[in-house]
Nanobody, 116 residues
Framework: QVQLVESGGGLVRAGESLRLSCVAS????????MQWYRQAPGKERELVAG???????YYTDSVKGRFTISRDNPLNEVSLQMNSLKAEDTAVYYC??????????WGQGTRVTVSS
């Protein structure tokens, strides 16, 4: 079965950086758009960043200039480099594989906590 496994979360101070990674298995990785979502306590899950199968990237406004998404198709990996972290970035971050026709897949999430 398809698996998306995230790693790289943790506890950091405001202004510091983290790099999240998501590795997919049993997925035709190159056919999917890969996205990162996050869900903060008491809030809805929101789209943070995405990269299409053609390498076009997009970001929610609050992370533009601070976060960078990238993908490595041979390694079936998508990464999210998060710089200048803020307390409001605290959330569980989820990896998502999205296809317009086929079903979406989700990872189990990795927790990011930013202390102010």
């Amino acid at each position: 079965q398809v698996q998306l496994v995230e790693s790289g979360g943790g506890l950091v101070r405001a202004g510091e950086s983290l790099r999240l990674s998501c590795v997919a298995s049993n997925l035709v990785f190159g056919k999917y758009d890969m996205q990162w979502y996050r869900q903060a306590p008491g809030k809805e899950r929101e789209l943070v960043a995405g990269i299409t199968n053609g390498d076009t990237t997009y970001y929610t406004d609050s992370v533009k200039g601070r976060f960078t998404i990238s993908r490595d198709n041979p390694l079936n990996e998508v990464s999210l480099q998060m710089n200048s972290l803020k307390a409001e970035d605290t959330a569980v971050y989820y990896c998502n594989a999205h296809h317009e026709v086929l079903k979406d897949y989700w990872g189990q999430g990795t927790r990011v906590t930013v202390s102010s």
